[in-house]
């Protein structure tokens, strides 16, 4: 909820109040054993002040008339969403540049230092961009740590890659971000395209993606969403 504070700002500030969907999110729970067996979870965030609603399969096919037989479902009213975060992301571009950010389209290999401070950034396509004096903020994900390492950081990071697949036309709307507990994937209607995103495991920068589990998440969601129609569809991993 607080978070959500703070975007509210950042998005009227970007002319995208209109945009966001503030239509809270949903969990989903096909069995009596995995609801039970997320009672300590549940609990946890409402006593960090989550806004929980606990909902019967009607109630759950009232919010989202797609979603199949279950046993319960989870409200959170507090949540917000929105259609495409590709056009938030630009429209943050466009407001830090009237505010006298430059951006650079390169991808930094190291870190140049010299004195001991960071001196110049090393693009893969051969420049050499000098930091003069400048602060430094690595904020590279999973590789930020040989970044990091660049300036004398040692850092425990590892990557944790997770797998998406965009269905298209697939002949249901969602509300909402959908939270399908027992298939451990959320769904989420984004230009008209079904998203799918979750499955997320430890292997590295190097490891080719295993397909298997982005497509194991197709299968899950034609499951969860019975009118779901899924012939065409594109997957990645980040």
Same mark, same amino acid.
């Given at each position: ?192 395209? +079904? ?32 009118? +779901? ?10």
């Amino acid at each position: 909820w607080y978070a959500l504070m703070e975007y509210e700002r950042l998005f009227a500030d970007v002319g995208l109040g209109d945009d966001v969907r503030r239509t809270g999110a949903l969990m989903l729970y096909h069995t009596k054993a995995s609801f039970e067996g997320a009672e300590p979870a549940i609990q946890l965030r409402r006593r960090r002040g989550a806004n929980i609603e606990v909902l019967g399969e009607r109630e759950v096919l009232a919010m989202e008339p797609a979603s199949g037989p279950l046993h319960r479902g989870l409200y959170f009213p507090d949540y917000a969403s929105v259609d495409s975060p590709q056009l938030l992301c630009q429209r943050l571009a466009d407001r830090a540049s009237t505010l006298g950010a430059v951006f650079h389209g390169a991808e930094v290999r190291s870190i140049g230092v010299a004195g001991g401070r960071p001196a110049s950034l090393h693009c893969g396509d051969g420049r050499e961009l000098q930091l003069d004096g400048a602060a430094v903020i690595i904020a590279a994900g999973a590789h930020s740590k040989g970044l990091a390492a660049d300036v004398g950081c040692d850092i425990a990071l590892d990557t944790e890659r997770g797998y998406h697949v965009e269905i298209a036309n697939p002949n249901i709307t969602l509300g909402r971000p959908v939270l399908v507990s027992d298939g451990a994937f959320f769904a989420s209607t984004m230009q008209g395209r +079904l998203r799918l995103a979750g499955t997320v495991e430890f292997a590295g920068l190097r490891r080719a993606p295993d397909w298997r589990r982005a497509d194991a998440m197709v299968e899950r969601a034609r499951s969860a969403f019975p009118d +779901l129609r899924a012939t065409e569809w594109t997957r990645w991993m980040g």
